[in-house]
């Protein structure tokens, strides 16, 4: 399976984006799909996360109330609907999929269960 990551830009802060996760050659539905950032000079931080089959989702607490990720079977495709941006939100967020899945619901956050990840896709917040 290939990940395409799509949908970052420049946005001022209280702003909203949403990035999607295209997937070919595999099914995301039957995965669990995750999505990851990485800031200039940190670590990778894991963001949110959907779980395969159920559709469960996980969210990082600096996230929480701001961030929607959903999946649209039709379309092969997840989402990550990022609303009150703050500039703290600035990174490359990258999709990735844990295939087959095998992280249990309470490791979702953690990036070693994801084998497949996308390009990545710039998210610039400014204040």
């Known amino acids: 399976v290939q990940l395409q990551a799509s949908g970052g830009g420049l946005v001022q802060a209280g702003g909203s984006l949403r990035l999607s996760c295209a997937a070919s050659g595999g099914t995301l539905s039957a995965y669990n799909m995750g999505w990851f950032r990485q800031a200039p000079g940190k670590e990778r931080e894991f963001v949110a996360a959907i779980r395969g089959g159920g559709g469960s989702t996980s969210y990082a607490d600096s996230v929480k109330g701001r961030f929607t990720i959903s999946r649209s079977n039709a379309k092969n495709t997840v989402y990550l609907q990022m609303n009150n941006l703050k500039p703290e939100d600035t990174a490359v967020y990258y999709c990735?999929?844990?295939?087959?899945?095998?992280?249990?619901?309470?490791?979702?956050?953690?990036?070693?269960?994801?084998?497949?990840w996308g390009q990545g896709t710039q998210v610039t917040v400014s204040s």
């Open positions: 990735a999929a844990d295939r087959p899945p095998v992280a249990i619901y309470s490791e979702l956050h953690n990036g070693r269960h994801y084998d497949v």
